[in-house]
């Protein structure tokens, strides 16, 4: 077998067998294969798509690259959810402790942010002590002391997947479908749950900026779930605006304190609870306490608590705060009809929230707190959000990226928060 055969199959629209991927992608990961080269078999396959069965293969191939976790030993069956990403995405945080409290185990590896999206990492690091490396044994010991737990993912586990991501990253080899599917879903299966709820995002603060494009990701990753024996389904929803008030490290953890408190804003508390539901439901788990309950009566709380000092963190000491802030405030009175996530998103990365590298640090204190959302009625000079950062002379670029992001005027013409939901 050797490298340009497989690039130039794909290259000519054919299909790629299961002995050339298999090849490839070990060969790859061993360094046997040359950067360029899977780099133009990337962008081959971004042009020439992938079937099924080839997307199968390649999945299979990259979860074969490296270690499978097993939580067969565990008394309760694990479920997860894994969000495609967008700007106030602080569902994990309320949503794991939650699914736990209803009777889930939830084994949970998480990433850090790059560009205008957040990590949930980069949230929970913002929590004094809170740390996100554990060992193999540490991170079974969390999940059966508190039923959750969130951390990174080791340099074991789908290996091809790191290098190639970070390939792709820079060949512009990203918005490839069967790319996004297999790479997201041989990181989920590699972890080993037994249940997945996928959250597709669409909108301009997302990936995938249409329905369609959204569901046929969506619908390629619930095959693959499927396929690998995991019980997978897809909820579609709207990353058109950013989810919740909060976005940014810290702030994102306090919103997300507030909906285990039984508060916060009525979007991030409708989709936790959802998801928490479609994760019982795909773990087989009936007829136990229902997550809304589980808000109001303290036990997710609870969970969240042993959850995040069986980790180090402290809940005691006070989140980070930035040093500045700033007030933008409406031009004018009327409806809120826009307020777009990727701008917002943009502001909040320029004031600190996010990085540009992956070595970049952040600031945790940094972000965005929104006081209006679409569909409400805001008046002339009253705050529409506050901007905070550390460095002040991060206000102008960031409030650049505001200049176009909302507009007060006709009604919203909003996607529905729970746009579709997919199943095998
Ligand atoms: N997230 C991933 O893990 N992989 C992709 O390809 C895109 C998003």
Redo the contacts with the bound molecule.
Sequence with gaps: MDAIDVITTKRDGRELSREQIDWMIDAYTRGAVAEEQMAALAMAVLLNGMDRREIADWTRAMIASGERMDWSGLDRPTADKHS??GVGDKITLPLAPLAAACGAAVPQLS?RGLGHTGGTLDKLESIPGWRASLSGTEMLGVLRDAGAVVCAAGSGLAPADRKL?AL?DVTGT?ESIP??AS??MS?KIAEGTGSLVLDVKVGSGA?MKTVERARELARTMVELGTDAGVRTVALLTAMDRPLGLAVGNALEVAESVEVLAGGGPSDVVELTVRLAREMLAAAGITGGKDPEDALKDGSAMDTWRRMITAQGGDLDAPLPRAAETHTVLAPASGVLSHLDAYAVGVAAWRLGAGRARKEDPVSFGAGIVLHAKPGDVVQEGTPLMTLHTDDPSRFPRAQDSLSDAYTIGPAPALLPLIIDRLTP
Excluded: M
């Design positions: 495609t990403g990433g991501y792709r990203v790319l996004i790479s997201i990181k990936f």
